[in-house]
């Protein structure tokens, strides 16, 4: 099985009470947007949103055949 390589593009948002995370998984080669996904927050400090928002999207890569060479923030 070929692993393809992908990157995490994303951006966290500080709200009143909590925050926001968005990411987008997008094919390193192609750039083609392989899967959007929002994480929100009530009570997370922004740094803990960051760690999380992109595990998160690195799992659903690597689920999709695909391995995450960099994440870059927004």
């Not at 968005?22 to 750039?31: C, F, G, L, S, Y």
């Not at 055949?65 to 923030?73: D, F, L, N, S, T």
Request: glycine share 2%; aromatic share 8%; with cysteine.
């Amino acid at each position: 099985m070929t692993i393809k390589s992908c990157r995490v593009d994303y951006y966290v948002q500080v709200m009143p009470r909590g925050c926001i995370a968005n990411a987008t998984i997008v094919d390193a080669e192609t750039d083609e947007i392989l899967h959007r996904l929002i994480r929100d927050w009530d009570s997370l400090p922004i740094s803990f949103a960051k760690k999380y928002i992109v595990d998160d999207a690195t799992l659903i890569a690597e689920e999709h055949g695909y391995e995450v060479q960099k994440a870059v923030q927004k």
